[in-house]
């Protein structure tokens, strides 16, 4: 089992930036069969894929709205991700979750499904 722990939520005014952490503990694995990310989900809408981030190599993928805007890096030594997020909407507010995907497939992290989720962090940006 691996447990995951986010931090960082919070509210802030749109244009704003928040930066997301998540620690992994528990049964963590070698960096070649790791992947961590964050999903998010919104009153009445279905979690949505955010970003990924491969533990080997440190390669990402991204949901389209938030290229240019998020930001996804690890710190492999703490078994911790990174989200940092600038330029935040109204439509960002959601609860976003940690996940981790052990031995990910290569290709797109976003069409692959996690095995672990965290409990998850509330964001709220406003208007």
């Known amino acids: 089992q691996v447990q995951l722990v986010e931090s960082g939520g919070g509210l802030v005014q749109a244009g704003g930036s928040l930066r997301l952490s998540c620690v992994a503990s528990?049964?963590?694995?070698?960096?070649?069969?790791?992947?961590m990310g964050w999903f998010r989900q919104a009153p009445g809408k279905e979690r949505e894929f955010v970003a990924a981030?491969?533990?080997?190599?440190?390669?990402?993928n991204y949901a389209d709205s938030m290229k240019g805007r998020f930001t996804l890096s690890r710190d492999n030594a703490k078994n911790m991700v990174y989200l940092q997020m600038d330029s935040l909407r109204p439509e960002d507010t959601a609860v976003y979750y940690c996940?981790?995907?052990?031995?990910?497939?290569?290709?797109?992290?976003?069409?692959?499904?996690?095995?672990?989720w965290g409990q998850g962090t509330q964001v709220t940006v406003s208007s």
């Open positions: 996940a981790a995907y052990p031995f990910p497939r290569t290709g797109d992290l976003g069409s692959q499904k996690p095995t672990y």
């Open positions: 528990g049964r963590t694995f070698s960096n070649y069969a790791m992947a």
């Open positions: 981030i491969r533990w080997s190599g440190g390669s990402t």
